[in-house]
């Protein structure tokens, strides 16, 4: 049987956390919500216990002393009892609506990894900043080459995975480079991955964006790493 839980990391995000997860509990196809907070120092993990006290489904765990997205996911898998498992970004750039025809691919391809890409298709987009696009997109040719596969969108947060794979895997990266590192990575695991258009609605740094032009070249880096070694 196939079924899903989703991960939501979050850090210092008491301004959006509460919409992102009832925009989640609109779709009604996750066995389980895991909030994983990574150590905020706002209100953002009192809303989501508030929000765990009104959903059964909901679960709220706290990460140590290491902070980051990639700290966040490595945290989570302890938590993952499905067949599989996505990622939602804590914020409002993303819309789960997509997530149900990542899903349905899934059920067809339960293999594959399903990456909802803002790159591909004809959704509705709002990109704040220029560079952060076209830095994405050389990334992603960069990944696309010394791979020998094509892949348009490498830092999309919305990755569907078989939890077999994301449970069992030695993910290293604390940071934003996770991205990388689970795309790299898996495909060595399985070589399917399955692009689906997303809609995305970017922010700015005034609005809480957390990733940085420092990121960008741990992406490059991390893409050498992940293909040469491990």
Known sequence: MVNLS???PFYNEEIYLEK???RLLENNIYEKIILIDNNSTDNSNYIAHQLAKQ???IQVHKTGIERGKGSALRYAKKFVETSHV???DADLEYFPDDII???KLCEE???SLILGSRFIGNKERKNVYFRTSLANRVMSLFLSLINFYYISDVASCYKLMPTEFFVNENFK???FSIEIEILAKFLKFNRSVIEVPIKYEGRSYEEGKK??????FNYLLSTLRYRFFN
């Open 20 to 22: 992102s997860v009832h």
């Open 101 to 103: 025809e990542m899903f």
């Open 55 to 57: 959903n059964k489904n």
């Open 86 to 88: 996505v990622i939602h």
């Open 173 to 175: 990266e604390r940071g």
């Open 109 to 111: 391809n339960p293999k």
């Open 211 to 216: 990733i940085k032009t420092i990121d960008g």
């Open 6 to 8: 989703v991960i939501v």
